[in-house]
């Protein structure tokens, strides 16, 4: 990185591959600030949740770009600051996003536009205006219920006023989150519109598992204590860190393999509609430390709290629909990724054991892959590997 100071635009990051525009609701810091990388510089409002967006680079906040509740389509530049800009082998994208490929004529293509530094007329700028905390589905149903947030007690992060709250300020029932619906639904038709899915399905004896975890569990407290969840995500990720082809992207006509292992947990949200944020380096984390994140996760992602870096870079996406009643699911993949494992219901059934029918435990786990990537034999090879690992939970 160069050490010259220069000024310098950022601009509104995808926060997923289905977000194409959103709006700045809230600014966390002033004109004036000093900020660092990962410092939290604006709340963003998308189709599906309020996420903070953290700068990816240390300077001095110079203006705002962009009004508050401006819709502006991702890439749009919302902030100028004065410091050591992007150097030319940096990523102008937070480094959680998906890798940029090569093009097939070796030549990298052009980066999209997060940090420029060409110089820009100055406009006026926004200062940070004083508005309620609140979810945007909270929003919308104030507004559809003609209730002043102002008034509501917010039992969100900060005080933040949620979907839940107006509840009992309105005594009606919220009404179904149409907008997430319609993204979710614009990107599963994608999905199947553009990626030759394959199934498979493995049956998994979880005798071991259930024990370790309760010899693990017994003296902990219960805000401690580890769920099966954590397992399977620490179980997807070293299986996927052995079996490459089976984590990373699909860019270009090409398979993309990630250098890293990020796995993205499906999260239903109470009022319909779910969200995938990411468990960083999975493989490198241990059951205890994925749980944890994976609690502090679901509360965000509930409460409209979530913050960008754990919404993109994703190399694989788990969903667990066992605690929901479903006994086997055939995932839809998430593009650009190219695989999607499936936890069912845990079971229990018959079971052969050296010779013998027992009664065991068994869950149902499945694969959803990317055929353009990979074949039935690799997908095979991929779920013997986790089922092995959580048949054999102290290799976790």
């Known amino acids: ?22 709006r700045i609701v809230e600014w966390r810091v002033a004109v004036g600030d000093a900020v660092s990388r990962g410092d939290v510089m604006a709340v963003v409002e998308t189709e599906k949740s309020d996420i903070d967006i953290e700068i990816w680079h240390d300077g001095v906040v110079e203006e705002f770009l962009v ?63 004083a508005r309620v905390r609140s979810s945007p589905r909270a929003r919308h149903l104030a507004g559809e219920r003609g209730i002043d947030l102002a008034g509501v007690v917010g039992t969100g992060p900060d005080g ?24 979710i639904a614009a990107r599963m038709e994608r999905s199947n519109r553009e990626i030759p899915h ?27 204590r580890i769920l099966p969840a954590a397992a399977f995500v620490r179980a997807v990720a070293l299986a996927a860190a052995t079996h490459p082809e089976l984590n990373g992207h699909w860019i270009e006509d090409r398979l993309v393999p990630a ?13 319909g509609g ?3 944020p990411k468990v960083e380096h999975a493989d490198r984390r241990s059951v205890a430390e994925i749980m944890a994140e994976l609690r502090q996760h679901v509360t965000a992602a509930r409460t409209g709290s979530l913050k960008a870096s754990w919404m993109t870079g994703a190399t694989i996406t788990v969903t667990n629909l066992g605690d929901h009643g479903a ?67 102290e290799e976790l």
């Not at 959680?96 to 530094?117: C, I, K, R, V, Y």
């Not at 394959?198 to 401690?224: C, G, Q, S």
């Not at 839809?332 to 079971?351: F, H, K």
């Not at 074949?375 to 939970?393: V, Y």
Request: aromatic share 2%; hydrophobic share 40%; proline share 12%.
């Open 1 to 22: 990185m160069s050490d010259d100071v220069a000024t310098f635009d950022y601009a509104l990051p995808s926060l997923g591959a289905d977000m194409d525009v959103g």
């Open 67 to 129: 009004d508050l509740e401006e819709e502006i389509p991702v890439g749009t530049p919302i902030v100028r600051l004065t410091g050591r800009g992007p150097a030319e082998h940096e990523p102008a994208v937070p480094p959680a996003s998906p890798p940029e490929p090569t093009s097939p004529t070796g030549a990298s293509p052009s980066p999209p536009p997060a940090a420029s530094l060409v110089e820009t007329p100055a406009r006026p700028a926004s200062a940070p205006t």
């Open 160 to 183: 933040a006023v949620i979907a839940a709250d107006l509840d009992t300020v309105a005594g009606e029932a919220p009404a179904p989150p149409d907008r997430m619906r319609s993204v």
């Open 198 to 224: 394959y199934h498979l399905a493995l049956d998994v004896d979880l005798t071991r598992l259930d024990r370790w975890l309760a010899e693990r569990n017994e003296a902990a407290p219960i805000a401690e």
């Open 259 to 271: 250098t890293e292992v990020n796995v993205a947990m499906a999260v239903s949200l109470r009022r």
């Open 274 to 276: 779910l969200m995938t």
């Open 327 to 393: 006994d086997l699911v055939h995932g839809v993949i998430s593009p650009p990724e190219v695989a999607l494992v499936g936890i069912g219901r845990p079971t229990e059934r018959p079971w052969a054991v050296d010779g013998s029918v027992v009664v065991r435990r068994i869950v149902t786990v499945t694969l959803a892959a990317d055929h353009r990537a990979t074949d039935g034999a690799s997908g095979s090879r991929f779920l013997r590997a986790m089922a092995d690992l959580l048949e054999h939970p």
